[in-house]
């Protein structure tokens, strides 16, 4: 079974600095996916950033990117020139292929909070 | 990326009655799926919506409890049956065009159940 593991429950960063989440992951598939999503107090789920195992370039959307370490099973998010309205949890998630139907497997997530 | 509407955004319900919760997509998609996320929580996936046939559950969710339509490539509905103060989450849905591609969220139904 797959599975994901985020281990920083609360993170607190000074505005403008970077931050990097952490994500780990476990799985036997050769082929698999890697999301992260943004769920502000409004309660909704933001796609960031998604990188496929196949890809060999770490992926990169805006601010956002993906240190993909393959071979340690990490899939780390790092926010650029942070800012206040990154405060929000962080899920990490990972593609499940069962059946045909693509379905996710969330870690617990990461509660960012930026510091003016 | 796909527009979902999901209604309604948030309710307080009593226990005992039952809310059903929609998911309109802005075009046709193949995969949705409904998520619940208790307080506190990540998502744990309730069901795969399948088009024309029944959904299919996951471990520890029945259909008696949560039933599930998709009349259609763009529509699904949950209902959340009888219900209890346990069952007060975020409901969300979830679609994705073809295997392989980013999955995408609707807003989410935040439910109370006093």
């Known amino acids: 079974a797959q599975k994901i593991t985020q281990t920083q429950p609360g993170m607190f960063v000074q505005e403008k600095e970077a931050v990097t989440l952490d994500c780990t992951y476990d799985t036997s598939d050769q082929s698999y996916g890697l999301f992260w999503y943004k769920q502000p107090s409004s309660g909704e789920m933001i796609f960031l950033i998604y990188q496929g195992s196949y890809d060999e370039q770490n992926a990169t959307e805006g601010r956002y990117s993906l240190n993909f370490q393959k071979a340690r099973k990490s899939a780390n998010l790092v926010i650029s020139a942070s800012q206040l309205g990154d405060s929000a949890m962080y899920f990490c998630?990972?593609?499940?292929?069962?059946?045909?139907?693509?379905?996710?497997?969330f870690g617990q997530g990461t509660r960012l909070t930026i510091n003016p | 990326s796909a527009v979902i509407s999901q209604k309604p955004s948030r309710d307080i319900c009593q226990r005992g009655t039952s809310l059903t919760i929609q998911c309109q997509v802005d075009?046709?998609?193949?995969?949705m799926f409904w998520y619940r996320q208790q307080p506190g929580q990540s998502l744990t996936l309730i069901a795969t919506a399948n088009q024309g046939s029944e959904a299919t559950y996951e471990s520890g969710f029945v259909i008696d409890k949560f039933p599930i339509s998709r009349p259609n490539l763009t529509f699904s509905t949950l209902t959340v049956s009888n219900m209890s103060p346990e069952d007060s989450s975020i409901y969300l849905c979830s679609v994705g065009r073809r295997l392989g591609e980013k999955l995408f969220f609707g807003s989410g139904t935040q439910l109370s159940v006093l």
């Open positions: 998630a990972m593609r499940d292929l069962i059946q045909g139907a693509q379905k996710l497997v």
């Open positions: 075009s046709q998609v193949t995969m």
